[in-house]
């Protein structure tokens, strides 16, 4: 007989871990084993990564959660390989080789491709992706053979480093590092990079070494994680406020605090500011003021947001470690 499965009693836990997502694990898979690691009640992540895609994946706990989309929208920073002369079915090392071609391009053509897909571009979704069409993921379609109509979106290509490149030998290929807007698939610009060479080409690596503010410097990993004692796992956090980095900040009074905390706005001589990360006075006396949540500034008025529960902030205080670096 199987012995029965220990129960995970879950508790409150808020903040961002900032994970080095391995490779072989949906974004979704190690969200979970994290969640479970932590004992969390609940949890996302901001913005997924492909099983063969490894590197930064800010996983949000608790409060955190409600802050999550404004990092969905925050520009990626990639590093990749281009393996030229093969295309894939799927357009990384997953797919079966449908395509072989001769590479005949020079360093000079290479350089020259490269910059024609710098600044915004339109890019038509790739077959093997999560967006969806009419309720039904596109890899669904994929899996059972079927292509459909996908409309070109455009995204912008901020910086393009070629950091090497071999075009003879058995697997000629360059390597790149790609910032890029939100959306951008890099299977897609790895194929037209090799379509714009002549020669087609596919992804066989991707790392994503940075979104938005977070680098890879800062991430921990699964194993590390799993390795740490109970309490040493939550120290890892870092304050919910980190989704907010590059907000305006506006701090109330204990009065204005509450009545922003019901969804009154409030007037003050601010400037007008799309985004305002906004503090009050602490629960339990600490002097570190308390995250009420977000807003903006339009005429002098202070307009809620996102906002966060009293029983959210109460826990944020009693349950937080000091704020990570």
């Known amino acids: ?35 479970w690691l932590l004992r969390a009640e609940k949890a996302g992540h901001t913005g997924t990564l492909d099983p063969l895609a490894s590197g930064v994946l800010p996983l949000c706990f608790g409060a955190a959660t409600k802050f999550s989309q404004m990092h969905l929208d925050a520009d990626k920073t990639y590093e990749t390989t281009v393996r030229l002369g093969q295309k894939t ?36 979704p790739p077959m093997h992706s999560a967006l969806k069409k009419d309720g039904k993921a596109l890899y669904e ?9 996908r409309e070109p979106r455009q995204v912008v290509i901020h910086d393009l480093e070629l950091l090497d490149m071999r075009l003879s030998g058995d697997e ?79 701090t109330l009074g204990t009065e204005d605090a509450g009545r922003f905390l019901s969804g009154l706005r409030r007037r003050g001589d601010w400037a007008d500011c799309e985004q305002v990360a906004v503090f009050g006075p602490s629960l339990d006396d600490s002097p570190q003021p308390a995250l009420l949540g977000t807003a903006h500034v339009r005429a002098g008025e202070l307009i809620p947001g996102r906002l966060l529960s009293p029983n959210d902030i109460r826990q944020i205080q009693e349950t937080s470690p000091e704020t990570a670096t």
């Open 1 to 35: 007989m199987h012995a029965p499965r220990t129960r995970v009693q879950r508790r409150p836990v808020h903040g961002v871990l900032l994970l080095d997502k391995p490779l072989g694990l949906s974004s979704n898979q190690a969200l979970q084993k994290a969640k």
């Open 89 to 124: 079915s799927t357009g990384d090392a997953e797919g079966d080789v449908v395509q072989t071609r001769d590479v005949t391009c020079t360093p000079g053509q290479v350089v020259e491709a490269l910059d024609g897909f710098m600044g915004p571009i339109s890019q038509v």
């Open 141 to 149: 379609y994929a899996r059972e053979g079927e292509t459909v109509e």
């Open 172 to 250: 000629p290929q360059i390597r790149l590092r790609v910032r890029c807007s939100k959306g951008t698939y890099i299977r897609t610009l790895g194929e037209d990079i090799g379509e714009a060479l002549g020669c087609g080409g596919h992804l066989t690596s991707l790392r994503r070494i940075a979104t938005g503010a977070f680098n890879e410097s800062r991430c921990t990993t699964l194993q590390a994680l799993e390795a740490l004692e109970e309490g040493d796992r939550l120290a890892l956090l870092r304050p919910v406020q980190t989704l907010l980095e590059g907000h305006a900040v506006v």
